[in-house]
């Protein structure tokens, strides 16, 4: 295992991974998650046993709030993660406690529950997505991790329950507390006592273990499946300035299937940006997407008045209303643009939204949602081990969508904003940067993210199309010729693409991937490009701070090695295939 920051990471027993993270979460109202100060680190690491102690400030609104912790293991293959913390003043919380990702391999595993009550129940993680909370009133949690091999998880100090983290993109079951059907915000009061703790005990007793992976290598299989590349476009911001010439060059040079722009039905300028949006469209040779926001159905029909029938490839009409557009709402938009409009649904927001709420699909060409890979954590580890669950999301889709295409979009590193804040006015980003800007958008780290997203949405075989970020800005694979608002945190140069242009620049030319598999996704992985002349290209992207070797097997054409920069990116080409 490995421990960083207050967290216990990827507990493996040989090549398994048993428990993907341990670690203390604060939500705030607006479900926000908050970050700890830790102080004070003690670690002893023996033969025999371990101990790691510290303490932990809150910020935000639990600044007043602090724990100790006291974290230990013995080599009979028991963990224990236990804090102890108080409050010097009120403060208001969602979620105050410890929290167990189980990860999303244990899909399909055999499980036995214990309740509060000290009930048990026989029953297996979900496959499929599940909507809503797969277990409640746990005690303790017993999975089969591999064949005759278990691990019991044991929980005290609160109630916990657990939650299908893939709804949201992550790669994890959650075990939480406090249940969510108790009412929420609750007020901390000076004097509450809050200890919790967390035993994990694994049982391998007569089991062979399978040796853990010291190298990366990338496989592809014989009969690897081929999937249509998803049709890849931007989002055009509404505020976009006007592009010089080199901009839209470098636009023009990504083959962009579409743009992506979001409008207000109700706005008496739509006409215009509408209009506006698809002329930008077709000067880099795209078509436009419209995502059409609507209060009032009845000004659809007077937007379709004013709007070329030819202008828009696609309308995605969302209900600002609701989480998820109705059926009445398509009938009106299919009414108002007519029969031969291409018309999408869905929810602006996450696919959770369409899990829990499925969309009417019988009159729908097209099935929307968003996805990004933070919701709930921040951090590099995080947000390259959620990339595999792009595809469980997509595929997932694929049941509610009714036979109609698959568009995820936007999608990016951070949440565009906050669906579930209460007090929004309250919700500060944690870093000097807006909320929904990530400095790592300019990274190559983040190219290699992407690398990784579309790998996995495309190799689902589910997507039909993907918007991916904005054209220019912080948010966006190019900075703006006026350069970055904050270049102290974001230090982009003006005019200039990020290493995420030169990743989506590499699709162009190819329609179709084969699936490949890396031993190690979370320090190398591969996407393997194919055009309908059998040309073939290998994109390796490493994830990691430290330079890879990576060994590549099953490609006929290609070297068996490639060596990998830190954070690099190396495309090959077969021209022989």
Not at 497 to 510: Q, Y
Request: include cysteine; proline fraction near 7%.
């Amino acid at each position: 295992m490995a421990y960083d920051n207050g967290d216990l990471r990827d507990l493996m027993v040989g090549d398994v991974e048993v428990i993907r993270r341990i670690y203390m979460v604060f939500q705030d109202r607006n479900w926000t998650a908050r970050p700890w100060v830790i102080s004070n680190e003690r670690i002893f690491a023996g033969k025999e046993k371990f101990e790691i102690t510290f303490d932990a400030h809150g910020t935000f609104d639990a600044e007043p709030f602090h724990f100790e912790a006291i974290l230990s293991g013995d080599d009979e293959g028991t963990i224990t993660y236990e804090i102890d913390g108080q409050t010097e003043a009120p403060f208001i919380r969602n979620r105050l406690g410890l929290c167990v990702l189980h990860p999303m391999t244990a899909a399909g595993s055999a499980c036995v529950i214990e309740s509060v009550t000290g009930d048990t129940i026989e029953s297996a993680f979900p496959l499929d997505i599940c909507s809503n909370q797969p277990f409640l009133d746990i005690r303790a949690i017993t999975h089969e991790f591999m064949p005759g091999a278990w691990a019991s998880t044991r929980l005290a100090g609160e109630t916990f329950e657990m939650e299908d983290h893939r709804n949201w993109s992550d790669a994890s079951f959650k075990t939480y507390c406090t249940p969510i059907s108790l009412p929420f915000p609750v007020e901390v009061q000076p004097g509450d006592s809050i200890w919790q703790g967390v035993t994990v005990a694994v049982d391998i007793e007569d089991v062979a273990l399978p040796a853990a992976p010291v190298a990366p290598v990338i496989s592809v299989r014989a009969d690897a499946a081929v999937s249509l590349l998803p049709r890849i476009g931007l989002q055009l911001p509404t505020d976009e300035p006007a592009w010089s010439d080199d901009i839209g060059s470098l636009l023009r040079d990504l083959a962009l299937a579409h743009l992506r722009l979001d409008v207000l039905a109700a706005d008496p300028n739509a006409p215009r940006i509408v209009a506006e949006g698809a002329a930008r469209a077709a000067s880099i040779g795209a078509k436009l997407v419209v995502a059409l926001f609507v209060d009032d159905a009845a000004d659809l029909s007077a937007l379709a008045s004013e709007v070329a029938a030819d202008d828009v490839d696609t309308w995605l009409v969302f209900d600002v209303n609701e989480k998820v557009a109705g059926a009445e709402l398509t009938a009106a938009a299919r009414s108002a643009l007519g029969p031969d409009a291409r018309i999408g649904g869905g929810t602006n927001l996450y696919f959770t939204e369409l899990n829990r709420q499925r969309p009417a699909t019988s009159a729908l060409d097209v099935v929307a949602f968003s996805l990004n890979p933070q919701v709930h954590a921040a951090d590099n580890q995080t947000i390259v081990q959620n990339l595999p669950t792009q595809a469980d999301v997509a595929r997932n889709a694929a049941r509610l969508a009714g036979g109609a295409a698959i568009h995820v979009g936007p999608v990016t590193l951070r949440p565009r904003f906050n669906p579930n804040a209460t007090e929004p006015d309250l919700d500060h980003s944690n870093t000097a940067l807006p909320a929904n800007v990530d400095a790592r958008q300019l990274s190559r780290l983040g190219a290699n993210w992407t690398v990784g997203s579309v790998k996995y949405l495309a190799e689902a075989g589910t997507v039909d199309s993907i918007t991916y970020f904005e054209t220019t800005g912080w948010r966006g694979v190019i900075e703006r010729e006026a350069g970055s608002p904050q270049p102290a945190d974001f230090p982009s140069s003006p005019g200039k693409p990020f290493p995420v242009h030169g990743a989506l620049a590499a699709l162009r030319g190819f329609d179709s991937v084969r699936t490949i598999t890396s031993n190690l996704p979370q320090l190398v992985d591969g996407l393997l490009l194919e055009n309908a002349a059998g040309e073939m290209r290998l994109m390796v992207v490493n994830f990691s701070d430290q330079p890879q070797t990576v060994r590549i097997e099953g490609l006929a054409g290609f070297p068996t090695q490639v060596d990998v920069e830190p954070f690099g990116l190396e495309v090959i080409d077969n021209r022989r295939a």
